[in-house]
């Protein structure tokens, strides 16, 4: 996915912090055991937070080394069903958004793209017999966002939505029925929140390229940028979705994850919404943990 | 089913002070306020919630009294006071004769689509007619059509209690709003002023003593 999701640094524990590291080595250790290396390249810190929604109970650690750190082990969160889930769905979010880019992008310009995917191949057919109900949800909304692309729909809610409901379709797993739905929101919400802020961060780049972007047909943009009236009107309807996902948290119990999720949906996500919007947020985190080609 | 222990449901020791079960009380009420449910698809939960929530804290004061655990004076009753009793959670249909009435009595049924189309039916596009648009539009989640909505309902009625509440809590001016870490951020905050987030730097070479772990 994307790599937009971070906690707020300033008020995370030093705890949570050493916690949200063992999920995130955890999940990298996951997708290494089932997908090999293609696997690991496409880790970021969404996919992370979507393992820690996922997550059912309490996981123990254990103490793991590996190629990025040879010489001191790190805190693994231990191989889990739901940890294994969370890396099927990775590989094909990531799989997919590889087949958006080489789709949006000319021959030459989808090189990268069309590497990642040759790459990227056997780990999604694995991922796909896995994950079946998912991949087919995933490219339900794909094809209804693609469409909604090609006919310029004029509303920012409408390819949100398809956005938005791809990643609500990870909820449908949840054994229990009431987390199925908190779940639900959650995950609605962070695809909505996360599909309006790659529009924003992308905008320069698109009206340059002349590529698809939701933002220029609700906004007028002189010069190619959103006026600061439309930033704020922007901001707006991120907070609405940030607020449905607290909203939604505050109703299940989320266990040991509860700190680190709670920081994200109560500071982090405003922060980096308010960096992308003013255009300080950085991109080059994003593209290291954004595409498989990085 | 056996209630829980109220001192559980309240997220206190049963040593805690009677001003620290009122805290907590009180900070739990702000969490599952119906404001931050209103128009929300999961309002039922947090109702229940609440409706646990009101009866944990009226069990310990009725322990308290019995049996003066601790005794630090008398308070009211807030679970009545602050009006965070169940039944606030949904519109009321009482008073809105007509199609306005079947629109909002489907929208507190949960039948968005019946509520859609018998908007869609109505010529009229009145205050009302837009307030109940972006209520819909609201428990979609489609935000941003829904601040719409109820921006033009205020517009057409600005005396209307109703439609200005739905537009300041889209617009998150719901000063009261839960906030773990105190104050109320908004993304319009941390666009001025300076809201720190994680890098993945940070987060690797804290432990290994090499960045690289990021690909």
Not at chain 1, 54 to 66: A, D, F, N
Not at chain 1, 88 to 95: E, F, G, H, K
Not at chain 1, 163 to 192: C, I, N, S, T, W
Not at chain 2, 11 to 20: C, H, L, M
Request: contains cysteine; hydrophobic residues 35%; aromatic residues 10%.
């Amino acid at each position: 996915m994307f790599g937009y999701v971070h906690a707020a640094d300033d008020v995370l524990s030093q705890e949570d912090r050493q916690r949200y590291q063992s999920v995130y080595c955890g999940l990298c250790h996951a997708l290494g055991r089932r997908y090999g290396l293609a696997g690991r390249m496409i880790l970021n810190f969404d996919l992370t937070f979507l393992a820690m929604l996922l997550q059912e109970g309490s996981c123990g650690t254990c103490e793991k080394r590996c190629l990025a750190h040879p010489i001191k082990a790190r805190t693994c969160q231990q191989g889990s069903d739901t940890l294994d889930t969370a890396a099927d769905m990775s590989v094909i979010l990531t799989w997919w958004q590889v087949q958006d880019g080489i789709a949006d992008h000319g021959f030459f310009r989808g090189v990268k793209y069309r590497f990642a995917a040759l790459f990227l191949r056997r780990a999604y057919r694995r991922a796909k017999a896995y994950q079946p109900d998912f991949d087919a949800a995933t490219q339900r909304q794909l094809r209804d966002l693609a469409e909604m692309e090609r006919r310029g729909e004029p509303s920012l809610d409408a390819p949100a939505d398809a956005f938005a409901r791809l990643l609500a379709a990870a909820a449908e797993g949840a054994k229990d029925p009431v987390k199925r739905r908190v779940l639900g929101q959650m995950l609605y919400h962070l695809g909505r929140w996360i599909y309006l802020v790659d529009a924003a961060d992308d905008l320069t780049k698109d009206v340059k390229s002349g590529g698809y972007n939701p933002l220029p047909r609700r906004y007028d943009l002189p010069e190619g940028k959103l006026t600061e009236e439309a930033r704020r009107d922007l901001s707006m309807t991120l907070d609405s979705s940030v607020r449905a996902m607290a909203a939604a948290f505050e109703l299940w119990d989320f266990g040991e994850n509860r700190g680190i999720i709670e920081n994200i949906v109560y500071q982090g996500l405003y922060a980096v919404g308010g960096a992308v919007l003013n255009g300080t947020y950085r991109r080059r985190i994003r593209r290291k943990g954004g595409h498989a080609h990085a | 089913m056996p209630m829980r222990d109220p001192y559980q449901v309240l997220g206190v020791p049963s040593t805690a002070s009677d001003d620290e079960v009122k805290k907590a009380y009180r900070d739990l009420a702000r969490k599952y306020h119906p404001d931050n449910y209103q128009d929300n698809p999961l309002a039922d939960l947090a109702q229940e919630r609440m409706k646990e929530i009101n009866e944990a804290y009226e069990e310990v004061q009725a322990q308290r009294k019995r049996g003066g655990a601790s005794s630090s004076g008398s308070y009211g009753n807030p679970g009545s006071s602050y009006g965070y009793q169940s039944g606030t959670y949904g519109y009321q249909n009482t008073g809105y004769g007509g199609a306005s009435g079947r629109v909002r009595m489907a929208i507190q049924q949960g039948d968005l689509n019946l509520a859609e189309e018998l908007l869609n039916a109505q010529r009229d596009h009145d205050a009302e007619w837009n307030f109940l648009k972006g209520v819909i539009c609201n428990r979609r989640g489609w935000m941003d059509e829904a601040r719409r909505y109820f921006q033009t309902a205020v517009q057409m009625a600005p005396d209307n209690p109703e439609y200005q509440h739905a537009l300041d809590r889209m617009e998150g001016r719901n000063t009261n709003r839960y906030n773990p870490y105190g104050g109320t951020l908004r993304t319009v905050d941390c666009m001025d002023g300076p809201c720190r987030y994680l890098t993945l730097a940070a987060i690797c070479s804290a432990f290994a003593g090499f960045p690289i772990c990021c690909y």
